[in-house]
Nanobody
């Protein structure tokens, strides 16, 4: 059963915006305390980009993109979003959403390299390509 599905990717010019949507099954959403957006590029490690807790408004966005990316959710729809503005070619990659357990808020940022360890549900990803 597919518990998470991403949508909204595409090919755009630098400076444009995209909004990614992660649609979760009720099971995945109810069994998780957070949703995370990861970015995967060829030859590089998967990188945690943004996280949002399911039952509180606390979010975290990686320093490298926090002035351009915003993460949000609609709990009633079991959806999470990644709003990306002023996109750059280096933002290109496959964006994957995952749901599972995130550490408490004070530890969330420092644990970014280990976020994937707590994820129980994964989407297949949506491709984002930014051309200059």
């Amino acid at each position: 059963q597919e518990h998470l599905a991403e949508s909204g990717g595409g090919s755009v010019q630098a400076g444009e915006s995209l909004r990614l949507t992660c649609t979760a099954s009720y099971h995945a959403y109810s069994m998780s305390n957070c949703v995370i957006w990861f970015r995967q590029t060829p030859g590089a490690e998967r990188e945690g980009v943004a996280a949002i807790y399911v039952n509180k408004e606390t979010t975290y966005v990686a320093d490298s993109v926090k002035d351009r990316f915003t993460v949000s959710k609609d709990k009633a729809k079991n959806e999470a979003y990644l709003e990306m503005t002023n996109l750059k070619p280096e933002d290109s990659g496959t964006y994957i959403c995952a749901a599972g357990y995130c550490p408490p808020t004070p530890l969330l940022a420092s644990a970014r390299s280990a976020w994937a360890n707590g994820m129980d549900y994964w989407g297949k990803g949506t491709q984002v390509t930014i051309s200059s």
